[in-house]
């Protein structure tokens, strides 16, 4: 069975940082999410104003939060929310989120 989340190959998606800018904010809307295989959660977004799609993975150690706290991705609360986040690119290429929280419009419509 092909390894795959969200109908596309993990190779293709999970958390590739080609076309994601990092170490800036950038304003992402949560597609889906689903629980990962090491106590982790996998979100799958895309930029906003763009058609770039991409996945990233929150943790339980950090209460499925970034590192900063902000938004908890845990809640179902978050599907189709817009939220204001930075990345940066681990050494392993990986992409890790570092702050979120929800963008202005968002505070808005909550």
Known sequence: MKNTIF?????KNLGQTDNIPTEEPI???IID???GRKKNILVKCKIENTNIE?????WHNNGYMP???GVCF???EVLGKKI????KQTKSGLLDIVSAKYSQKEKLIL
Do not use: E, L, M, Q
């Not at 109908?7 to 190779?11: F, L, S």
């Open 7 to 11: 109908n596309t190959p993990i190779k």
């Open 27 to 29: 304003v992402i809307k």
């Open 33 to 35: 999410k689903k629980y």
């Open 54 to 58: 991409f996945t990233f993975s929150v």
């Open 67 to 69: 590192r900063s706290g």
């Open 74 to 76: 845990k809640s179902n």
């Open 84 to 87: 204001d986040a930075v990345f």
